[in-house]
């Protein structure tokens, strides 16, 4: 995946790091015996793949192509080694 950059967007960063910090605030509710405050965590973990969608669609996200020149190469070593 490193070769292709994969989640190395602003996109994928803002919307992980909010999921993180929401499934701590869950977890950290649920230690505490509060239903509440463990529904509220799981919805900031909604909240972050919902913010990390839109910013993909803003254009912060991996772009479609972006994995192309990745399986081309792949396709031709598969082939260098078959033949």
Do not use: N, Y
Not at 35 to 49: D, E, H, I, M, N
Not at 62 to 72: F, S, T, V
């Amino acid at each position: 995946m490193a070769g292709s950059s994969h989640g190395h967007t602003p996109a994928a960063w803002t919307g992980v790091t909010i999921a993180f910090i929401g499934f701590c605030v869950s977890g950290a509710f649920m230690v505490l015996d509060q239903p509440a405050g463990f529904w509220a965590g799981l919805g900031v973990v909604v909240l972050g793949g919902v913010i990390g969608w839109v910013m993909s669609a803003m254009g912060m996200g991996q772009p479609k192509d972006a994995h192309k020149a990745l399986l081309m190469t792949q396709e031709r070593e598969a082939a260098a080694a078959k033949g």
